[in-house]
């Protein structure tokens, strides 16, 4: 099964306009963290925004938020007023397990592209 | 800004030729991370290393990839032979204590294998 499920290989959105990308999740462990991340056309990959799965407030940065819905394993972006440079792949990620003393290993979903319409 | 660096961005080879790819992480940062992307599979971990000890390479092929951190500024990744299956773009991430913290990224080795 996958850990990970992004159901939208590509959006087309007008400029200005609110967007929400859609992620789902897999997990038995009580403790993870999910993680989105942008990756441009030119390649390199931008952390976005983080939640625990302890955390008991959705994540906020600037634009980004994060809809965070355990009971139903979801944990959407949302980002509002969209630019044209939010064109991107846009990924989930999981990280599964508390570890003691860094992070581990993360597991994607297989993105989404967004285009960002004028 | 810190940044993870990698080298070479680029590199095409024949193969049956040995691939080494570096990655220099963020000073200050215990945990390194080695990803693929392909097309068809997407992003996949293969092998991280926290605190230069290996501590998951379940991802990885052993039988031709092999994984280092000769110290705290240099993480290797090496492929031996290099396959045309192997044609990928790899990853490098670092990142600090914490298991909140998120992961940085270097720009990644676009790989060809001919």
């Known amino acids: 099964a996958q850990k990970i499920t992004q159901t939208q290989p590509g959006m087309f959105v007008q400029e200005k306009e609110a967007v929400t990308l859609d992620c789902t999740y897999d997990t038995s462990d009580p403790s993870y963290g999910l993680f989105w991340y942008k990756q441009p056309s030119s390649g390199e990959m931008i952390f976005l925004i983080y939640?625990?799965?302890?955390?008991?407030q959705n994540a906020t940065e600037g634009r980004y938020s994060l809809n965070f819905q355990k009971a139903r394993k979801s944990a959407n972006l949302v980002i509002s007023a969209s630019q044209l440079g939010d064109s991107a792949m846009y990924f989930c990620a999981m990280r599964e397990g508390r570890s003691g003393g860094g992070a581990d290993g993360l597991t994607f979903g297989k993105g989404t592209h967004l285009i960002i319409q004028p | 800004d810190a940044r993870v660096t990698q080298t070479p961005r680029h590199k095409v080879t024949e193969m049956g030729q040995e691939v080494t790819m570096r990655c220099q992480p963020i000073l200050g940062h215990n945990t390194v991370f080695w990803y693929r992307q392909t097309m068809m599979q997407g992003l996949e971990l293969l092998a991280y290393?926290?605190?230069?000890?290996?501590?998951?390479d379940s991802g990885m092929p052993k039988d031709r990839f092999s994984a280092e951190m000769p110290d705290a500024t240099l993480a290797t990744l090496k492929i031996q032979p290099s396959e045309p299956r192997d044609s990928a773009v790899y990853f490098c991430a670092s990142a600090p204590r914490g298991g909140n913290q998120p992961q940085h990224f270097g720009d990644g080795t676009r790989l060809s294998i001919l």
């Open positions: 939640q625990g799965s302890y955390d008991q």
């Open positions: 290393f926290r605190n230069r000890a290996p501590l998951d």
